[in-house]
């Protein structure tokens, strides 16, 4: 077990580096580099001028070379001042993710919250008109594309029934817990809406699985009630698949954060990954983007190992591949 | 098959091959064969979209601004847009491309998908530990920001001919190659499990046995054994497809105008809505219809493939 | 076509030693992680025109052998003569022209052949691999093998669903008569086929070794089977030889101890079985585990220390060379059934 959680971790370090590396490469071929925007921002540079400022910034050099440049500097804890907002990149960044925590972690609670018991009830009413019902809800969940959810949202409360902000984090002049909490509605509704869908089918699915088994029928078998049973037995190993596939979903869950949080003018890491990127501020993109990176891989990582934790039945054929 | 237990009457009728059996089987969804008739109607209009333009007089890229956010009309069914221009077409216009990048995306992930599943189930061993390492790789990377700064690269500096950058038609291109670059994984998962399990078969063992090599043995044993569960993983897939397309085109890196897509239909929706909300309505529930029927359609093809419900 | 165009200067097949291990469980969480020992050291000659029967209960190997012999799998050691060449070091090229002689039947008539192909392109496919004939002439041999194996030409576009076990059988041994092999090996081909069919498949498989000289390899556990249509026989147990010999001698004078006991429970027409000369207690142990000495010992009457320490080898008797047995008792009862050992 600790074998295939070092392996894993290993994998994980090696895909970080491995996507550094093309994430820079890919910045890289974005459109303009810092000298061409020096040079739209003063236009009597000349290309003398800008030759030789290329030379200085090392920005001539081959690929690997520049890269390396960067890794080392990075390692050291320097990873350049971000040019949208002229402070280091580092310090930029706190502020931002702390506003996706919260909005991923409410709309994750929150949507957790619905689905476990709502994808428990859809399994227990199998077939019956009250599955068919969730069931449809859990598609329109899932299909709805979440940028015109959040319009359709915004539209309903901001617009026709003036009552909430359509956008940002605070009111100009304001603060305070309220109001960052009316800020919050919305993007949150979106967020818990697009997600709440896949959960309530997972965790059906697992449900209607775990019912199958033996060892329940075993249980109704000796007597007991339908509602311990659920409750002892099913809850607690469906909550095993959903647990990880929950985590699996961490990638999907941050893509709609980063929509919601543009539609939303939220200032979150996924604005951040956006506006930096179409803003040409590489060095805050770059890091942002590799931020998204590591979590995501922890993510995946954490799934996998709690699956192999709480499902030790589980045997890895030919070398530690995974067990799906 | 032999496990069927029939009546003498039932049998006579009952469906002789894999397909008979799956068309009854589907016909007893009337939700996945709904979602069917809707994309074949969608699919005719989106087509015979310049026809309808012309039969009705209109013209979706016709720019009049004085006409501007009207209302449905006589002229206009669906009224017209910000720049005056005609609702209903543009609407059509917008489904040809939402459903050919849709279709094309997802069929080049299978395509890659099965070129990596296939060698990687059948050759095992390294191969096939260093092709599931990268597989898992690319699954655990965030989706959405990777194809944003896809999307943004300037084909210029990737050494492209200058010719092909300012092609027209290039964003179509471009959305279909980073979707499919990121979007091969769960069908290279689902073969390589599938052709695991074939190899074992004492077909292929036969064919071996018979001298076939393992290209031979791939494409024609394996490959046409595994096309169901293919078919059913790539129908699901198009949904997806469609919504990181509007994404992308939301966010202005998709397709770019002037070619319509539902998603850029909807870029700068949000100053918009405050005169004109319709117009952020149709296109998004284009959008919300389509992905649905799709994903309608392949749970209903799901369900009838399953070789657990056929054995029943 | 016949063995003497060859005249190889040895036996068509010549099976020495041959070893294969499975590697069993493995990764973290096996609690046995060890191997298999599927085949360990079987060796034994195939004459052309010959049809050596490899018996033995499910579980002892011979599908395994059969396997490796022709070349599904690698062998772990030993080696496998055929037509002269040494099939365990052969690749590529070489081992696809090797194959050409040496085709292969299967058990199973419903999962040998391809769902997806109709049967015509199923039994032509070896000549396709070969690149052999134009269309035309490949049409004419797949008629001609068709009619031979008793289907009806016409049938050819037909797909295996549609048709019975036995026909499917049928199919399954056009398939390895295409390519006019010297061997061919018949792994188990009666055992899933009804009783009534059993029969007609073997009859033409005796036929068709008639007509064409074919040396047989025919894997099987049903001794009826083998009295009809062996010339010789190799008795396996738990992945070693126990003893070779012709069919009569085999079925007259059993000397291995298991050989008798396999014969002993063959059902007599009219009820019950033979009288158990000679007991066997147990079950057949794991090929995982296999026990040291004599691999029958555990089960074995006449089991002695001797037995259980030394693997006994595969030695041909005084009277009859061609009859070898690999024991530290042999069975010394001139005649088979019902005597005293």
Redesign the interface.
């Known amino acids: ?1 600790t ?2 959680i070092a392996g894993r971790l290993v ?2 370090v090696v ?1 970080l580096i ?2 550094s590396f093309v ?1 820079y490469a ?7 580099d810092p000298i061409d925007l020096m040079i739209q921002s003063d236009p009597r540079l000349t290309p003398a001028d800008a030759a030789r400022l290329r030379a200085v910034y090392g920005l001539d050099k081959p690929l690997a070379e520049r890269y390396l440049a960067w890794a080392a500097a990075a390692l050291a804890g320097d990873f350049g001042n971000s040019r949208l907002y002229a402070r280091p990149v580092l310090d930029v960044m706190p502020g931002f993710l702390l506003n996706t925590v919260n909005l991923m972690g409410l709309s994750f609670v929150i949507s957790v919250a619905i689905a476990i018991p709502l994808g428990i009830y859809a399994a227990l009413r199998q077939q019956r008109a009250a599955d068919y019902v969730v069931n449809l809800a859990c ?2 969940g ?7 959810l959040a ?2 949202l ?2 309903l409360f901001a ?2 029934i003036p009552i909430l902000p359509a956008s940002g984090v605070s009111s100009v002049g304001g603060g305070g817990f309220l109001d960052l909490a009316r800020h919050l509605v919305l993007p949150v509704a979106t967020l818990t809406i697009f997600s709440i869908g896949s959960y309530t089918r997972f965790m059906r699915a697992a449900t209607i699985e775990v019912m199958r088994q033996d060892y329940i029928r075993t249980a109704f078998a000796k007597g007991a009630s339908r509602g311990r049973v659920v409750m002892r037995h099913a809850f607690r190993n469906a909550l095993v698949s959903v647990v990880t596939i929950v985590a699996l979903s961490f ?2 869950l ?2 709609g954060a ?2 919601t949080e ?2 939303f003018a939220y200032p979150g890491m ?1 604005k951040l ?2 506006d930096s ?2 803003g040409n501020d590489f060095n805050m ?1 770059l890091v ?2 590799l931020f ?2 590591l ?3 922890l993510a ?1 990582l954490g799934a996998d190992i709690a699956y192999a934790w709480l499902d ?11 067990p ?1 | 098959m032999s496990g069927l237990a029939q009546s003498p009457a039932r049998a006579a009728r009952a469906p002789r091959t894999v397909w008979g059996l799956l068309l009854r089987r589907m016909l007893g969804h009337r939700l996945a064969i709904g979602s069917l008739a809707f994309l074949l109607i969608l699919s005719v209009l989106a087509i015979l979209t310049p026809v309808i333009e012309g039969a009705l007089g209109l013209d979706a890229n016709s720019v009049a601004l004085t006409m501007r956010f009207e209302g449905p009309s006589a002229a206009h069914l669906l009224g017209t847009d910000e720049l005056g221009r005609d609702l209903l077409a543009r609407l059509l216009y917008g489904g040809q491309v939402s459903l050919f990048v849709g279709i094309a995306a997802a069929l080049a992930s299978a395509v890659i998908g099965t070129l990596i599943g296939l060698p990687a189930g059948y050759y095992g061993g390294k191969f096939d530990a260093v092709l599931m390492r990268l597989t898992d790789g690319v699954i655990a990377l965030p989706l959405l920001p990777l194809l944003i700064v896809l999307a943004a690269l300037d084909l210029n500096k990737l050494g492209l001919p200058e010719a092909v950058v300012n092609d027209p038609n290039m964003s179509l291109y471009r959305i279909i190659v980073i979707i499919a670059l990121v979007g091969w994984t769960t069908v290279a998962r689902l073969v390589r499990g599938a052709t695991l399990s074939l190899r074992e078969r004492e077909y292929v063992l036969a064919a071996t046995a018979a001298g076939a090599g393992g290209l031979r043995i791939m494409a024609v044993h394996i490959l046409p054994n595994v096309v169901s569960p293919i078919i059913v993983a790539t129908t699901l897939s198009v949904g997806n497809v469609i919504l990181l397309e509007s994404v992308l085109s939301f966010l202005g890196l998709g397709i770019q105008p002037p070619i319509a897509s539902w998603g850029n239909m909807l870029t700068g929706a949000q100053e918009l809505i405050w005169n004109a909300p319709e117009l952020a309505f149709y296109p998004g529930l284009l959008i919300f219809l389509t992905v649905i029927a799709f994903n309608f359609l392949g749970d209903g093809l799901q369900d009838a493939l399953d070789p657990r419900a056929i054995e029943k | 076509m016949s063995a003497g165009s060859h005249a190889p200067a040895g036996p068509l097949l010549e099976v020495e030693g041959l070893v294969k291990h499975f590697r069993m469980g493995g990764g973290l969480f096996a609690r046995h992680s060890g191997r298999i020992q599927a085949v360990n050291g079987v060796s034994f000659t195939l004459a052309a025109g010959e049809t050596l029967a490899l018996v033995g209960e499910s579980g002892c190997g011979k599908t395994t052998a059969a396997r490796t012999i022709a070349r599904l799998y690698r062998p772990d050691a030993g080696s496998v003569r055929f037509q002269g060449r040494d099939l365990a070091g052969l690749r590529g090229r070489a081992l696809k022209s090797a194959r050409r002689a040496l085709q292969m039947v299967f058990q199973d008539p419903f999962g040998s052949l391809n769902p997806r192909l109709p049967v015509g392109a199923i039994i032509n496919e070896p000549l396709k691999i070969h690149g052999i004939g134009t269309r035309a002439e490949r049409g004419e041999r797949l008629a001609r093998v068709m009619t031979q194996v008793g289907l009806n030409p016409r049938d050819a576009e037909r797909y295996p669903h549609q048709f019975s076990g036995g026909q499917r059988q049928r199919i399954a041994i056009a398939r390895a008569l295409v390519l006019e092999p010297e061997l061919i090996i018949a792994d188990e081909p009666l055992s899933a086929l009804d009783v009534s069919i059993q029969s007609q498949i073997l009859n033409l498989l005796k036929d068709i070794q008639e007509d064409r000289g074919l040396a047989f390899l025919f894997i099987t556990h049903d001794l009826a089977v083998v009295d009809h249509f062996a010339d010789r026989v190799a008795v396996m147990y738990l992945g070693h030889i126990v003893e070779t010999a012709r069919r009569e001698a085999l079925f007259e004078t059993p000397r291995h101890p298991y050989t008798r006991a396999l014969i002993d429970a063959v059902p007599v027409p009219g009820g019950g079985k033979r009288r158990l000369g000679t007991a066997t207690a147990g079950d057949v142990p794991s090929p995982a585990a296999p026990p040291p000495g004599c691999p029958f010992h555990p089960r074995c009457p006449r089991a002695s220390e001797t037995c259980r320490r030394t693997m006994p080898a595969l030695e041909p008797r005084a009277e009859d060379p061609g009859h070898r047995v690999a024991c530290h008792h042999p069975l010394e009862a001139p005649t088979g059934a019902g005597g005293a050992p």
């Open positions: 077990m074998r295939y994998e994980s895909v491995v996507m994430i890919l910045i890289g071929l974005m459109p303009g598609f329109a899932i299909s709805v594309p979440i940028f015109w319009l359709m915004i539209i617009v026709l990638g999907t941050f893509s980063l929509i543009t539609m996924g990954i956006f990127v179409m993109a942002a983007l998204a990176t979590v995501t891989l995946n030790p039945r589980i045997s890895y054929g030919g070398g530690g591949g995974r799906r």
